[in-house]
């Protein structure tokens, strides 16, 4: 009986050996090369996510890279980029931005922005009113919103951002953003973005989560934190799904690879990490 159930045991070791050498082999047979542009708030995580996908298919090739939202959809109808990465649906219109035709949506993410301020800002709150007069140019004191009195630094993004569609629809409720003033600047990115509220005293501006770091400050809104709980729970109303778009159905190395970033492993690990909350989080 030893030798038998040694022999099964030798059996059932080389069955499971030889199914995860024929798994890895199976992986690995995948190729080709799939090229991302756009969305610089979902950068990080098309960054990670390509790291994680070669280690697994390494006869993947993946490149990734960000300047802004709308630089995603139209790079993929130009046929320059495989997926267009995208903070709003870009198969449908949005205001300011008509919907790019023959394109397909591929939900992503949630992505959770954040109005931000300088570190040296003495305020943790702001109402949606104060955040549509600041942003607008009609309240330029800090002390006006409870604040020291010193002029607020409005950043903005430039025309094309994702981020700002979204904050402009979400936190300012359309109002319209100021454009020109000494104390206005624009910046082309989110990282510009993070650069410009660090190093800026009294400034503002948003960015989503991932960005945010402890030489700033992610204010309350209505005072209502901008927290993974919260936008779970509806009271943070400043989110957006992140988008992964291309040209028709995806297929091939493309098609595994937005599958990647969806399946539960990816969503539900480094995903939560980048402090993006997982699609099955939300109430459909």
């Avoid at 046929?79 to 709003?88: E, L, R, V």
Wanted: proline share 3%; aromatic share 8%.
């Amino acid at each position: 009986m030893k030798w038998l159930k040694s022999i099964t045991f030798t059996v059932i070791a080389l069955a499971v050996a030889f199914g995860s050498v024929s798994a890895a082999s199976a992986a690995s047979k995948l190729s080709g090369k799939i090229v991302i542009n756009g969305s610089s708030a979902l950068l990080p995580l098309s960054l990670q996510a390509a790291s994680e996908f070669k280690k697994l298919n390494p006869k993947v090739r993946i490149s990734a890279s960000a300047a802004g939202s709308v630089t995603g959809p139209q790079s993929v109808r130009k046929g320059i980029a495989d997926i267009g990465a995208c903070d709003w649906d870009a198969s449908t219109d949005v205001p300011g931005f008509k919907k790019f035709d023959g394109q397909v949506a591929n939900k992503v993410a949630v992505i959770p922005f954040a109005a931000v301020t300088n570190s040296n800002v003495k305020v943790d709150s702001l109402t949606t009113s104060q955040l549509q007069g600041i942003f607008s140019g009609k309240i330029t004191n800090w002390k006006e919103v409870g604040g020291s009195d010193a002029d607020i630094v409005v950043v903005n993004r430039a025309f094309g951002s994702g981020t700002r569609v979204n904050f402009q629809m979400k936190a300012l409720v359309g109002t319209d953003f100021m454009t020109k003033g000494s104390n206005y600047k624009e910046v082309k990115s989110s990282g510009d973005m993070k650069t410009a509220i660090e190093t800026t005293p009294n400034a503002i501006g948003y960015i989503d989560l991932v960005y945010v770091t402890s030489k700033m400050k992610a204010q309350k809104i209505n005072n209502v934190a901008p927290t993974e709980a919260n936008v779970i729970n509806g009271s943070y109303k400043v989110w957006a799904y992140g988008y992964y778009m291309t040209k028709g159905q995806p297929t091939g190395a493309t098609k595994a690879f937005i599958e990647y970033v969806q399946s539960k492993k990816f969503q539900n690990g480094s995903l939560k990490k980048l402090k993006f909350i997982p699609l099955s989080a939300m109430k459909k």
